[in-house]
């Protein structure tokens, strides 16, 4: 099952809600206001985190806040705790850095928030994911877009993989793009960039001005999957799977194209949970129709208020990555790339400016690093 939806934005717009009255440390004030739950844990090194945050029922807004000061922890099914204290960024809970899941291993979850509210997953088992076997690549042109579209050519990737003879496998395909970047900031409208406040500063009367700022440095722009591709083994358990469509890529350019290329075992309370999502959007046409039911969480639970509802889904998988480069020059003569185009100037010093800087720092976020990706080649 695919459905052509940013799966980082599908989370964004899960955690967003209508305009509501500001809380402090998840003191609801208004009976649409949800918890909201993005966790995980995998049997990768360091990949443990929980977000938590105040939610709308209506998702067709952008407020959101951060729920601080909860403790949050999770318990195997030996009994051994692992605390996850809050990091510096607000709402985000991390384990230790060596701490991860393990293939057999069963998970709960649990949170308290500051005012005595408590919550708990459901124990979710990690399953065992197989390997990948092959990743084949394949140019494909959608005639039903014209040429100079971005979204006619594009690159298929397919994965072949033997699936278990256990019953009851689910599996969830995701991928991570990086591309050098070279301008680290985009200021409109005759707005000029503040190296003080690192934000771009408008002037009292907009103008059509656009100005480019370099990095200053080493920096790579990132990009996520553009499908919410899942897959269950119902009617295939026990089989080889080849040629499974995980992900498309575009044709904007002819230089390689790097990628970090994961495929996850996933629970069947994760699957439910993105495959009522997927339904939805296919069903209206993008998440803003999805009703907010179709968001409550399948595996967490309120221990203090049974009617509560939770948004979010508490996610236990095992992953296996690959590193792949796309060969993007094998394409038919008459199909061109559909470069991106940087609009307005590159802003740059003059030698009589004294004091001016026009190189921006590559700070570190979602879609940005100054970090080189894990098998980076130049």
Same mark, same amino acid.
Not at 44 to 52: A, E, I, M, P, T
Not at 74 to 91: A, L, M, Q, W
Not at 133 to 141: C, P, V
């Given at each position: 099952m695919k459905t052509k939806f940013p799966i980082y934005i599908i989370l964004l717009f899960v955690l967003v809600g209508s305009c509501i009255t500001p809380i402090s440390d998840f003191t609801q004030v208004s009976s649409t206001s949800f918890l909201t739950v993005e966790a995980?844990?995998?049997?990768? $090194? @360091?990949?443990?985190? !929980? +977000? &938590? =945050? /105040? #939610?709308s029922e209506k998702i067709t807004g952008s407020y959101f806040l951060p729920i601080? +000061?909860?403790? $949050?922890?999770? $318990?195997?099914?030996? @009994?051994? %705790?692992?605390?996850?204290?809050?990091? /510096?960024? +607000? @709402?985000t809970y991390l384990s230790s850095a060596k701490y991860s899941g393990r293939v057999g291993g069963t998970y709960t979850l649990n949170i308290e928030t500051v005012d005595g509210r408590k919550y708990q997953s459901q124990a979710e088992t990690m399953k065992p !994911?197989?390997?990948?076997?092959? &990743?084949?690549? %394949?140019?494909?042109? &959608?005639?039903?877009y014209a040429k100079g579209d971005q979204r006619r050519g594009g690159f298929n990737l397919y994965v072949d993989f033997q699936d278990p003879s256990t019953v009851g496998d689910n599996?969830?395909?995701y991928w991570k793009h990086y591309e050098r970047a070279y301008i680290c900031e985009t200021c409109q409208g005759g707005a000029t960039y503040d190296f003080k406040t690192n934000t771009c500063v408008s002037p009292r009367v907009p103008t059509e001005q656009t100005l480019n700022y370099r990095c200053d440095g080493n920096c790579w722009d990132i990009s996520f999957s553009t499908d919410l591709n899942i897959f269950s083994d119902s009617y295939l358990n026990g089989q080889r799977i080849?040629? +499974?469509? !995980?992900? %498309? !890529?575009? =044709?904007?350019? $002819?230089?390689? =194209?790097? &990628?970090?290329?994961?495929? %996850?075992?996933?629970?069947?309370? /994760?699957?439910?949970? =993105?495959? @009522?999502? #997927?339904?939805?959007i296919q069903n209206n046409g993008t998440l803003f129709d999805v009703p907010a039911e179709t968001k409550f969480s399948f595996n967490i639970k309120s221990t203090t208020n049974s009617t509560e509802k939770i948004l979010g889904i508490f996610d236990v998988y095992s992953v296996r990555k690959r590193i792949f480069y796309i060969d993007r020059t094998q394409v038919p003569k008459d199909e061109a790339p559909v470069s991106k185009i940087l609009q307005g100037d590159i802003f740059s010093c003059q030698p009589t400016q004294v004091g001016c800087k026009d190189l921006v720092q590559c700070f570190e976020g979602l879609y940005r690093t100054p970090f080189k990706p894990e098998g980076w080649k130049e």
């Open positions: 995980s844990i995998t049997d990768q $090194v @360091g990949s443990q985190r !929980v +977000k &938590l =945050y /105040s #939610s601080t +000061k909860a403790k $949050v922890y999770i $318990v195997d099914e030996k @009994g051994i %705790r692992e605390d996850f204290p809050e990091s /510096s960024t +607000k @709402g !994911v197989p390997e990948i076997e092959n &990743l084949i690549t %394949r140019f494909e042109i &959608l005639d039903n599996y969830q395909w080849t040629g +499974k469509q !995980v992900a %498309r !890529v575009p =044709y904007d350019g $002819v230089a390689p =194209y790097y &990628l970090q290329f994961e495929q %996850r075992a996933i629970t069947r309370n /994760s699957y439910n949970y =993105y495959q @009522g999502l #997927s339904a939805q």
